[in-house]
């Protein structure tokens, strides 16, 4: 065992016998007392903070410090660390930090773990969330966006549409409504685009930087208003005869956006390739409004009236 080697070794031992004394921890190591104390004392000028208690109870703790030292983890530790980082990756607000950690993780886990990591992380994986990523995809592209690496993706436009390969420069994961999304620049683009991961069949690392043009305040922002204003087919326009305060209330940001206007109203402003989902969802918002554009929306909110008469 090399010098660095027998010094991770006693942080290790320190992590997990705390209190342990400087004579078994010699014995452990399979050297000399004086060599284990010299060892201590080395990862002390390290930054680590080792206690020491005299006396037969005595013996050395590691303490609570400053900074986070780097983690000493076992096979089985590393595999229950993955399966919460994937369960913390379906919470609110702590999605992109998870799989930024997952991502981490994979990077320094032992090659002869690596099965074992992926074991455990698929059990967890067993019933994925609709639409989700693979697990491969997510990790690769967090890794990427970590190390501002191009990535060669391939993508689908919608659900039925084949995969083409494009290569991009990414720049953030962003969690929308439980679903991930990569803000990234295509080859020679001037602006940012918004993919949907789990559109994306597979990624390969290019090893190399794009030209990208500067980077979004907020790429969190970028993705909502692509998601409620995208390039879809149908650019629609709905006067609302209420607040946009309370239509707000009602209304997710990433679907639609609302702009303020005049005596107690406001508009409604929303993109799709479906009219029929958008009377459906507009129906569902019962408020009093009136159609702006495109005029086919009109015809479909009072076909689904006529269903509705029809039908109940």
Not at 61 to 66: D, F, M, T, V
Not at 121 to 132: N, S
Not at 257 to 279: H, I, K, M, P, Q
Not at 284 to 296: K, M, Q, S, T, Y
């Amino acid at each position: 065992m090399s010098t660095a080697q027998r010094r991770l070794e006693t942080l290790a031992l320190l992590q997990s016998h705390p209190g342990v004394s400087a004579p078994r921890l010699a014995r452990m190591l399979g050297v000399t007392e004086r060599t284990a104390r010299r060892d201590v004392a080395h990862l002390r000028e390290l930054g680590y903070r080792i206690d020491a208690e005299a006396g037969p109870a005595g013996g050395y703790r590691l303490a609570h410090g400053s900074t986070m030292p780097p983690l000493l983890l076992d096979a089985d530790e590393v595999a229950a660390v993955a399966l919460g980082l994937r369960t913390a990756a379906t919470a609110d607000g702590l999605e992109t930090a998870a799989v930024t950690a997952l991502a981490k993780l994979t990077q320094v886990v032992p090659a002869r773990w690596r099965s074992r990591l992926d074991a455990f992380v698929d059990v967890q994986a067993a019933a994925p969330p609709p639409r989700c990523p693979g697990l491969d995809v997510l990790v690769a592209t967090a890794l990427a966006c970590r190390a501002e690496e191009a990535l060669r993706i391939r993508h689908r436009r919608s659900d039925t549409a084949p995969a083409v390969p494009i290569d991009v420069q990414p720049h953030r994961l962003v969690a929308v409504r439980r679903r991930w999304y990569l803000v990234a620049a295509p080859r020679n683009a001037d602006q940012w685009h918004v993919y949907a991961l789990d559109r994306v069949d597979s990624v390969q690392p290019l090893t190399a930087r794009l030209p990208a043009p500067e980077a979004p305040l907020d790429a969190t922002a970028l993705v909502i208003d692509t998601l409620a204003n995208g390039p879809w087919r149908y650019r629609i326009r709905v006067a609302v005869h209420t607040s946009g305060d309370l239509v707000r209330e009602r209304v997710d940001p990433a679907v639609a956006t609302v702009v303020n206007g005049e005596d107690d109203e406001c508009e409604l402003r929303f993109s799709t390739d479906d009219l029929d989902w958008a009377a459906r969802w507009i129906a569902h918002l019962e408020f009093d409004i009136d159609v702006i554009e495109p005029a086919a929306l009109t015809e479909r909110l009072r076909a689904l009236g006529r269903w509705l008469l029809e039908r109940y």
